[in-house]
């Protein structure tokens, strides 16, 4: 019964989708107010639904209702409860429910804290999520009904991939998905924006704070996935370049140079249509990275389905809403006027650089993913691209924009004087140099040439960036510390959360250059009773047993870390065996520090109670994800700009006063 | 058809989908020497698993790529040079084998193709940089500016924002 109400609620929010994207848009180019107004209570009555809907998947898993086709593919009465729960999301169907549900979340904060922007642009904003939410809901009403019945049911059902069944890929999808439908959002404003011919500072500071969030949830979800994949995989990589992976990355990237250039359009009235061109092709990648994942063009761990009507389906969607937004582009954009004059040498000079850059990498994972698939479509052969494409071609263009990254938040908007910018970057420079000339110490670089590179990079990054503290502070009167205070408390915070995202940037640095470069990985034979030494770590292995866990059965080795006569960490890596079926899996154990993980992983027992294993010191690995949590943290701080929340709580603005002859 | 290559498709078909996630090891092979082992890895990071999405043959579980393992180990193993072994892998398997394309005309797209559209890019780049130099500066019109303080500014703000 409960399932059926789930069906129903779909084909509910369905219906308030349609109505949605019809009446508020309808009544905004007609000037119809009421028509208009109608846009917030249809926002919340959509998110009602498919919360409605989302619920009664939940309760199906949770009381383990098997005669629903999905959950019976899924779940397991093994399961515990924090899986099951996770597991709605854990397939295709269940993933799309997720999805259609942030949207309608995304709808609703919309409709929520835009009490200050004129009636038409929420009208139109909230008709254009009303139009996306439409493709989704009909995609999975027509092609992937979760609540399917079948008969008979199944005693039990076939397992959670044991893949999942882990905390971070419980969190790690919500979080991607928070990204890629948050990006909705600004493709919805820049659509609602070349619908109302108005494309202006407005626009992008209402844009920017929505752009951020989004931003902020895919920076966490990709690191989060990157996170997981290092510890539950069990060969200890951080990043494969799977095309899973690469679909994340895309959005991400564009997203990056968006937020940027949004920057330039608040502040400087510049690159309009280019950062609307940025806003559409962020959420199109998002919608494409759907595609390749789920129609199953591309087979990889992630992918679940493989079924030719579903790929038809979000290709046609695919093409409306990337032919659409396009046509309107082209048909909108000229209309634009381009503003905001800039000399060669300024901040804008920068941002778009950058933005090229961010968008070279783009095309690059673009291509980098597609290019099997083309040159079997054109015959030319059968080529695999992989990491070492991917890391050779990344590794070709990332220095620049590293460079740049030191460079570019020192210049001035409109126009600077190159002599004062060297000036300010003379003692990076020097020190960027003399981090070179030690890292180019056989002990520090191990004869790797992209070490002494990578620190120099850092360096460089970090050092100009306290200049720019320095500048921003030795000014003011009041002396710095207050003025750091009144910053932090005031409008200024935008700037120190730059500062924070920019460093992440050179701790990531550090991290993807000590752990490429420097880290040891063996494989070897172990008694009970044997020890190991590596990078000045001996593992003692004192054997394996059986342990049971509340779906599986895993053997369990035990290990004593020693540093010297010193014991660090006692270690205990699985390898499970899940009742359900399937392969078996490695369970690493890691013990995390901030300079090094020491990581075991239990391969093959070879008899007589020997083990094949699997030991890797791993220096600096935790910077990777440190940098990104830095790069979202000065996400989220930007958005606590007071800036923002002025134009939020502002109750009572002149509704329509921006673009009244629309 | 060779009956080796058969049973390649045969089990390149039942291994498509099944993921390999727990870690094999090079335990079951000897060498002589460090830098022999270095070789060996060297070796099977260049090479690719056949019947796996996106995997190298140093990573891969499959039982597949466990027998190529150990062909690769036996050419190595009796003597045979790194190059004539991928050279003699390449003309069994084709250029697939290879995890990194080889670079020859009907890869120049993919090697040299992402640095051309760069290329364009930077050239559109320059000339919007340069040709901004001559365009009018089209400021926010004095209604407009003021419009759109009234509008995001109630208060006024004194500080001047930056970011």
């Given at each position: 019964?409960i399932p059926?109400?789930?069906?129903?609620?779909?084909?509910?929010?369905?219906?308030?989708?349609?109505?949605q994207?019809?009446?508020?848009l309808?009544?905004?180019?007609t000037g119809?107010?009421?028509?208009m107004a109608?846009?917030?209570?249809?926002?919340?009555?959509?998110?009602?639904?498919?919360?409605?809907?989302?619920?009664?998947?939940?309760?199906?898993?949770?009381?383990?209702?098997f005669?629903?086709?999905?959950v019976?593919?899924?779940?397991?009465?093994?399961?515990?409860?924090?899986?099951?729960?996770?597991?709605?999301?854990?397939?295709?169907?269940?993933?799309?429910?997720?999805?259609?549900?942030?949207?309608?979340?995304w709808?609703?904060?919309?409709?929520?804290?835009?009490?200050?922007?004129?009636?038409?642009?929420?009208?139109?904003?909230?008709?254009?999520?009303?139009?996306?939410a439409?493709?989704?809901?009909?995609?999975m009403?027509?092609?992937?009904?979760?609540?399917?019945r079948?008969?008979?049911?199944?005693?039990?059902g076939?397992?959670?991939?044991?893949?999942?069944?882990?905390?971070?890929?419980?969190?790690?999808?919500?979080?991607?998905?928070?990204?890629?439908?948050?990006?909705?959002?600004?493709?919805?404003?820049?659509?609602?924006?070349?619908i109302?011919?108005k494309?202006d500072?407005?626009?992008?500071?209402?844009?920017?704070?929505w752009?951020?969030v989004?931003?902020?949830?895919?920076?966490?979800?990709?690191?989060?996935?990157?996170?997981?994949?290092?510890?539950?995989?069990?060969w200890g990589?951080?990043?494969?370049?799977?095309?899973?992976?690469?679909?994340?990355?895309?959005?991400?990237?564009v997203?990056?140079?968006?937020?940027?250039s949004?920057?330039?359009?608040e502040?400087?009235?510049?690159?309009?249509?280019?950062?609307?061109?940025?806003?559409?092709?962020a959420?199109?990648l998002?919608?494409l990275?759907?595609?390749?994942?789920?129609?199953?063009?591309?087979?990889?761990?992630?992918?679940?389905?493989?079924?030719?009507?579903?790929?038809?389906?979000?290709?046609?969607?695919?093409?409306?809403?990337?032919?659409?937004?396009?046509?309107?582009?082209?048909?909108?954009?000229?209309?634009?006027?381009?503003?905001?004059?800039?000399?060669?040498?300024?901040r804008?000079?920068?941002?778009?650089?950058n933005?090229?850059?961010?968008?070279?990498?783009?095309?690059l994972?673009l291509?980098?993913?597609?290019?099997?698939?083309i040159?079997?479509a054109?015959?030319?052969?059968?080529?695999?691209?992989?990491?070492?494409?991917?890391?050779k071609?990344?590794?070709?263009?990332?220095?620049?924009?590293?460079?740049?990254?030191?460079?570019?938040?020192?210049?001035?908007?409109?126009?600077?004087?190159?002599?004062?910018l060297?000036?300010?970057?003379?003692?990076?420079?020097?020190?960027?140099?003399?981090?070179?000339a030690i890292?180019?110490?056989p002990?520090?670089?191990?004869g790797?040439?992209?070490?002494?590179?990578?620190l120099?990079?850092?360096?460089w990054?970090?050092v100009?960036?306290?200049?720019?503290?320095r500048?921003?502070?030795q000014?003011?009167?009041a002396?710095?510390?207050?003025?750091?205070?009144?910053?932090l408390?005031?409008?200024?915070?935008?700037?120190?959360?730059?500062?924070?995202?920019?460093?992440?940037?050179?701790?990531f640095?550090?991290g993807?250059?000590?752990?490429?470069?420097?880290?040891?990985e063996?494989?070897?034979?172990?008694?009970?009773?044997?020890?190991?030494e590596?990078?000045?770590y001996?593992?003692e292995?004192?054997?394996?047993r059986?342990?049971?866990?509340?779906?599986?059965?895993?053997?369990?080795?035990?290990?004593?870390?020693?540093?010297?006569?010193r014991?660090?960490?006692?270690?205990f890596?699985?390898?499970?065996?899940?009742?359900?079926?399937?392969m078996?899996?490695?369970?690493?154990?890691i013990?995390?520090g901030?300079?090094?993980?020491?990581?075991?992983?239990?391969?093959?027992?070879?008899?007589?109670?020997?083990?094949?294993?699997?030991?890797?010191?791993?220096?600096?690995?935790?910077?990777?994800?440190?940098?990104?949590?830095?790069?979202?943290?000065?996400?989220?701080?930007?958005v606590?700009?007071?800036?923002?929340?002025?134009?939020?709580?502002r109750?009572?603005a002149p509704?329509?006063?921006?673009?009244?002859?629309a | 058809?060779?009956?080796?290559?058969?049973?390649?498709?045969?089990?390149?078909?039942?291994?498509?989908g099944?993921?390999?996630?727990?870690?094999?090891?090079l335990?079951?092979?000897?060498?002589?020497s460090?830098?022999?082992?270095?070789?060996?890895?060297?070796?099977?990071?260049?090479?690719?698993?056949?019947?796996?999405q996106?995997?190298?043959l140093?990573?891969?579980?499959a039982?597949?790529?466990?027998?190529?393992r150990?062909?690769?180990?036996?050419?190595?193993?009796?003597?045979?040079?790194k190059?004539?072994?991928?050279?003699?892998?390449v003309?069994?398997?084709?250029?697939?084998?290879?995890?990194?394309?080889?670079?020859?005309?009907?890869?120049?797209?993919?090697?040299?193709?992402?640095f051309?559209?760069?290329?364009?890019g930077?050239?559109?780049?320059?000339?919007t940089?340069?040709?901004?130099?001559?365009?009018?500066?089209?400021?926010?019109?004095?209604?407009?500016?003021?419009?759109?303080?009234?509008?995001?500014?109630?208060?006024?703000?004194?500080h001047?924002?930056?970011?």
């Open positions: 019964m059926e109400l789930g069906h129903l609620a779909l084909i509910l929010a369905l219906l308030l989708a349609i109505a994207a019809g009446f508020p309808i009544g905004s180019l119809h107010r009421p028509w109608m846009a917030r209570p249809l926002a919340y009555g959509q998110l009602a639904f498919v919360a409605i809907a989302f619920a009664a998947l939940a309760d199906a898993f949770l009381i383990s209702d005669s629903v086709l999905y019976s593919q899924h779940s397991n009465t093994l399961l515990p409860d924090i899986y099951k729960f996770s597991a709605v999301w854990g397939g295709h169907e269940g993933s799309l429910l997720l999805w259609a549900l942030m949207l309608a979340g709808g609703a904060a919309v409709a929520t804290f835009s009490r200050n922007l004129p009636l038409p642009v929420v009208a139109r904003v909230i008709s254009v999520l009303g139009l996306v439409i493709g989704f809901l009909l995609f009403l027509l092609t992937s009904n979760p609540f399917e079948h008969f008979p049911v199944p005693p039990e076939r397992d959670l991939n044991p893949l999942l069944q882990d905390f971070g890929l419980a969190v790690h999808p919500p979080m991607l998905y928070m990204g890629y439908v948050g990006f909705s959002v600004a493709f919805a404003f820049a659509i609602a924006a070349l109302g011919g494309l500072a407005a626009w992008a500071r209402w844009s920017r704070p752009t951020l989004a931003w902020v949830f895919l920076t966490i979800g990709i690191a989060l996935g990157s996170w997981w994949a290092y510890y539950e995989l069990g990589g951080w990043w494969f370049w799977d095309p899973v992976e690469n679909a994340s990355l895309m959005p991400w990237l997203g990056t140079a968006l937020i940027h949004l920057a330039v359009t502040k400087r009235a510049a690159f309009k249509s280019w950062t609307v061109l940025l806003a559409i092709s959420f199109s998002s919608l990275g759907t595609f390749l994942v789920r129609s199953g063009v591309l087979t990889s761990v992630h992918a679940f389905a493989t079924d030719p009507a579903r790929g038809l389906f979000i290709l046609i969607f695919l093409c409306l809403v990337i032919g659409g937004s396009l046509s309107l582009y082209a048909w909108r954009a000229p209309q634009v006027a381009e503003g905001g004059r800039f000399g060669l040498v300024s804008e000079s920068a941002l778009l650089v933005n090229l850059l961010f968008v070279a990498f783009t095309v994972v291509f980098g993913t597609l290019a099997p698939l040159y079997e054109f015959d030319l052969g059968k080529i695999s691209v992989g990491f070492p494409w991917f890391n071609m990344f590794l070709a263009l990332a220095p620049f924009l590293a460079l740049l990254l030191g460079i570019g938040p020192l210049a001035r908007w409109k126009q600077d004087d190159p002599w004062r060297t000036r300010l970057l003379k003692t990076a420079f020097v020190l960027s140099i003399a981090i070179m890292g180019n110490l002990i520090v670089s191990g790797a040439a992209w070490v002494p590179v990578g120099a990079l850092a360096t990054l970090v100009a960036h306290l200049h720019l503290l500048e921003r502070l000014h003011k009167q002396g710095w510390p207050r003025a750091l205070l009144a910053d408390g005031g409008n200024g915070r935008s700037f120190y959360a730059m500062v924070i995202a920019h460093l992440g940037v050179a701790v640095i550090v993807v250059t000590m752990v490429s470069n420097h880290e040891i063996k494989d070897v034979r172990m008694s009970p009773g044997d020890s190991h590596l990078a000045g001996r593992f292995f004192l054997g394996a059986k342990v049971d866990g509340p779906n599986y059965i895993a053997d369990q080795g035990h290990f004593l870390v020693y540093r010297g006569k014991q660090v960490a006692e270690l890596p699985e390898k499970r065996a899940y009742l359900g079926g399937g078996p899996m490695t369970e690493a154990a013990d995390a901030v300079f090094r993980d020491i990581y075991v992983s239990l391969g093959e027992g070879v008899g007589g109670g020997d083990w094949a294993l699997r030991l890797y010191y791993k220096p600096y690995v935790r910077w990777i994800w440190m940098g990104a949590v830095l790069m979202a943290l000065g996400g989220a701080i930007a606590s700009d007071r800036r923002y929340r002025n134009a939020r709580a109750r009572s509704a329509g006063v921006l673009d009244a002859k | 058809m060779s009956p080796r290559i058969k049973s390649l498709a045969l089990s390149a078909l039942l291994l498509l099944s993921g390999s996630v727990s870690a094999y090891t335990e079951e092979f000897k060498f002589d460090p830098a022999q082992e270095a070789e060996f890895r060297d070796l099977i990071g260049k090479l690719r698993c056949l019947v796996c996106n995997e190298s140093a990573g891969s579980q039982g597949l790529a466990q027998d190529l150990n062909e690769v180990y036996a050419m190595m193993r009796a003597g045979q040079p190059d004539e072994i991928l050279d003699f892998l003309e069994r398997y084709g250029d697939f084998v290879l995890y990194e394309p080889p670079l020859k005309p009907s890869t120049y797209l993919l090697w040299f193709g992402p051309v559209f760069i290329g364009v930077a050239f559109v780049v320059v000339r940089l340069l040709g901004k130099k001559q365009a009018q500066d089209e400021p926010l019109s004095e209604a407009e500016r003021e419009r759109l303080q009234a509008l995001m500014d109630p208060q006024r703000d004194a001047s924002s930056d970011s």
